[in-house]
C-alpha cells in the first residue's frame, strides 16, 4: 500500500492553500507495484534529446491564440480509455492525440488499438515503458488498426486479421520547447502529447489544478494535453486511468508542473484511413460515385459504338438506296434512255448541215427525211 493516502494529501493541499482536492479514487487503493507500473515513460531527457532536431522552438511572426482552449468544447475528443495495470501509457497517450487529430481532420470519431500499437509493434509484446518519439516513429510507418480488430489485452498482441485494410498512418510529428509553440500547436492542429514526472500524491488527484505537495517520485507518465488556460496557468490533459480516477478521466496541472511542459509532441496530417474504418455515408458516397463514373463510362462507349454504327449505315445506306433509285425506278430509267436519244438526234442534225454547207448532198431537199423521220429511223434500227 501506498505510505500516503488521500487524507494525508488533503491536509497538505489545506495547509499549503493549493488549487486541488484529494480524495479516493480507482488507484487509491493499488499497491506500490501495481501503481507504479502504469507509469510508462522510461527517460523523459532521452526522448526530448532525440526529438530536438524535429523541435520547433518559436512562434512564427504575427501568430495568435487564445487565451484559453479546450477540444472537449469543440466536441473533438473521444472517451477515456483503460491501460489498467501496464506501462503502455505512451501508446494511450498517442492514441489518445492521433484519435482527436482524426475528429479534427474528418469529423468523425475512430477507435484505435493501443494495443496494435504497444504490443504488436517493435516496442514487443510487454508491458514495459517506452517513448512517445519511438512510438509516433511507429504510427507514421506501420500505422495502427482498429480496437475491433485487436483488442488491448495487456502484454499480448492480438493479431489483427485484415490489418492492411484496418490501419491509419500519420504524416508525420514534431516537437515543441516553448509554451507558446505549446499553445499555439494546440489551439490550431490539435491536442499534444507531453511526458512529466509523477509522485504518490497525484494518484490521489479529484479535481482542481494539480501541483505536487508531498509524497515520493514514482516514475514518468504519459498524457494527452487537449487544452490550456492562461488565466488559470494551466494545461487540461486527457488521462488513461478510466473514469473513477481524477475528473472524470481527466485533470489539470499548472504550467511548469512535474516537467509537464518541457516538451511535447504534435501529430502531424494528413491523417491516412482506410475506407473500411470511414463511416457508411462515406463508403455510399465513394461507391456511389464510382458505379456513377463506371454507368457514364459505359454510356458513353454505347454512345460512341451507336454513333458509329449510324454513320457507317448511313454511308452504305446512301450507296445503297443511289443503286436501288436506278435499278427499280423505270420512270428514272426512261428518262435518261430518252435524254441519250435526244443527244444522238442533235449529234446527226449537226452532221447534216455540215454537209449541206459543203454542197455534199447527194438527195434533193424534196427527198430529204424530216428530223423526226430521221430520229424515228434511228431508233427503230436500235431496237431488236
Not at 458505379?291 to 454505347?302: A, F, G
Amino acid at each position: 500500500m501506498s505510505s500516503i493516502g488521500h487524507r494525508d494529501v488533503q491536509n497538505a493541499i489545506n495547509k499549503a492553500g493549493a488549487r486541488w482536492m484529494a480524495g479516493p479514487t480507482s488507484l487509491s487503493n493499488l499497491s506500490d507495484a501495481d501503481w507504479r507500473i502504469r507509469l510508462g515513460v522510461i527517460n523523459r531527457e532521452e526522448a526530448y534529446a532525440r526529438s530536438k532536431a524535429m523541435a520547433i522552438a518559436a512562434v512564427p511572426v504575427g501568430a495568435t491564440w487564445p487565451t484559453s482552449f479546450d477540444w472537449r468544447d469543440q466536441g473533438k475528443v473521444t472517451a477515456i480509455r483503460d491501460q489498467l495495470n501496464c506501462g503502455s501509457c505512451v501508446s494511450f497517450g498517442s492514441v489518445a492525440a492521433l484519435e482527436a487529430k482524426i475528429m479534427i481532420q474528418e469529423g468523425f470519431a475512430l477507435d484505435l488499438s493501443e494495443g496494435d500499437l504497444h504490443f504488436c509493434s517493435s516496442h514487443g509484446a510487454n508491458c514495459n515503458g517506452w517513448w512517445p518519439d519511438e512510438a509516433l516513429d511507429q504510427l507514421s510507418t506501420r500505422g495502427v488498426c482498429d480496437e475491433a480488430c485487436a483488442l488491448y489485452t495487456p502484454g499480448t498482441c492480438n493479431d489483427c486479421v485484415d490489418r492492411s485494410n484496418r490501419t491509419v498512418f500519420l504524416a508525420g510529428h514534431h516537437f515543441y520547447r516553448s509554451r507558446d509553440t505549446m499553445r499555439l500547436g494546440i489551439s490550431n492542429e490539435g491536442p499534444l502529447i507531453a511526458c512529466f514526472d509523477v509522485y504518490e500524491d497525484f494518484k490521489h488527484y479529484k479535481c482542481g489544478v494539480y501541483g505536487h505537495l508531498n509524497g515520493d517520485f514514482a516514475g514518468g507518465h504519459c498524457v494527452c494535453v487537449i487544452g490550456y488556460d492562461d488565466d488559470g496557468q494551466y494545461w487540461i490533459c486527457k488521462n488513461s486511468w478510466g473514469e473513477l480516477w481524477g475528473s472524470g478521466g481527466f485533470f489539470c496541472i499548472g504550467y511548469g508542473q512535474c516537467g509537464i511542459d518541457d516538451g511535447m509532441w504534435s501529430i502531424d496530417g494528413p491523417i491516412s484511413i482506410p475506407l473500411s474504418l470511414r463511416p457508411k455515408d462515406q463508403k455510399d458516397t465513394k461507391d456511389n460515385k464510382d458505379s456513377k463514373d463506371k454507368d457514364k463510362d459505359t454510356k458513353d462507349n454505347k454512345d460512341r459504338k451507336d454513333k458509329d454504327k449510324d454513320a457507317k449505315d448511313h454511308k452504305e445506306g446512301a450507296g445503297k438506296e443511289k443503286d436501288r433509285d436506278m435499278a427499280f425506278d423505270p420512270i428514272r430509267l426512261q428518262l435518261a434512255q430518252l435524254a441519250q436519244r435526244i443527244e444522238e438526234v442533235a449529234q446527226a442534225v449537226d452532221s447534216l448541215s455540215a454537209q449541206v454547207a459543203q454542197g455534199k448532198s447527194f438527195i434533193t431537199p424534196e427527198e430529204r427525211p424530216t428530223i423526226g423521220e430521221q430520229a424515228l429511223q434511228q431508233d427503230k434500227t436500235k431496237k431488236p
